[in-house]
């Protein structure tokens, strides 16, 4: 049986209790064992975070030890799978820069706020992880990020919707699905989830899943396989210069 720990915290406006809720549904219906803790010290046992095949953040706007994301980084970094969304992952840690390059990008704005309707656009093609997906419409806040250029898109969303001053730029394809490497862990991350509905449509928890999954079975395979993590990366932070 795969083991996934979910951490919920941070600003509540992201109901992340309900989000870790719905996240730890999904992975029982998948035959996962679930740890699900609101603290951040469920990452101080690094041996621990290693034996796991699945960790999920939910945690926005929040303040975090730097040997608490080493030993996230490090575990990822072994084979456990990182998934999450919206600010639960990629707003996470503002401060934080070592999390920015784990997770693969960090929330810049949301022009329109709340109640913005778009369109998330399937880009068909690009991995079995959207197959047979079709493009929808959601209404909630559209993340304009600041993204890594290696990451592997999934999906996007067109900007300018609402106006503001990046409309001067006119039009931007701004990821909202993308997954990525870190050593021989998979990363997957999905900018939809403002609240626990949203979390909830059938087109968001269909992608949570499959990127659930995915994730959960990389240090597996890379086992299968014969591969090894290369040398182990434990950042840059400014303390650390």
Known sequence: MKKALIVWGGWDGHE?????GIFAEVLKQEQFEVE???TLEAFADVEKLKGLDLIIPVWTMGRIEQHLVDNVS????SGVGLAGCHGGM???FRE??????MTGG???AHPGNDGTEYVVHIKQGSSSLVEGMKDF????EQYYLHVDPAVEVLATTRFPVADGPHAANGPVDMPVVWTKRWGIGRV???SLGHVANIVDLPEVKEMMRRGFLWTAEGKELAARQGVEAGAAYTGMADNQL
């Open 74 to 77: 490090s575990a990822v970094q």
């Open 188 to 190: 997957y991350y999905n």
């Open 96 to 101: 934080n820069v070592d999390w920015q390059f």
């Open 90 to 92: 990629c707003d996470a």
């Open 137 to 140: 419409t959601v209404k909630s």
């Open 16 to 20: 992340p209790q309900q989000v870790a």
């Open 106 to 108: 960090n929330w810049v």
């Open 36 to 38: 699900v803790s609101d």
